[in-house]
Nanobody, 115 residues
Framework: QVHLVESGGGLVQAGGSLRLSCAAS????????MGWYRQAPGKQREAVAD???????SYLDSVKGRFTISRDNVKNTVYLQMNSLKPEDTSVYYC?????????WGQGTQVTVSS
């Protein structure tokens, strides 16, 4: 059974930083593309960043230069370092995995940025 467990969300002031983590189990992590999505109230879920098994990364335009995605294939964990946070970054952030057997989601972690 696949489990993606996010942690690291919370409340932060604008300009601050948070680091999200997603620990994965039950998947072949090292060959999976991992990513982060977010969904704010009343809005569609959007892709924030992803990282392939080779380490290639892509980012939502609005977070480029502020967010960094990385992975640790020994710990089966993907990270999202978020700097210079803005109130518009407030959302539930979801970990996402795309592997050979399918697509999986975590339960989400709330990030709230106060102005």
């Amino acid at each position: 059974q696949v489990h993606l467990v996010e942690s690291g969300g919370g409340l932060v002031q604008a300009g601050g930083s948070l680091r999200l983590s997603c620990a994965a189990s039950g998947i072949m992590f090292s060959i999976s593309t991992m990513g982060w999505y977010r969904q704010a109230p009343g809005k569609q879920r959007e892709a924030v960043a992803d990282i392939t098994s080779r380490g290639d990364t892509s980012y939502l335009d609005s977070v480029k230069g502020r967010f960094t995605i990385s992975r640790d294939n020994v710990k089966n964990t993907v990270y999202l370092q978020m700097n210079s946070l803005k109130p518009e970054d407030t959302s539930v952030y979801y970990c996402h995995a795309r592997g050979l057997a399918g697509i999986y989601w975590g339960q989400g972690t709330q990030v709230t940025v106060s102005s």
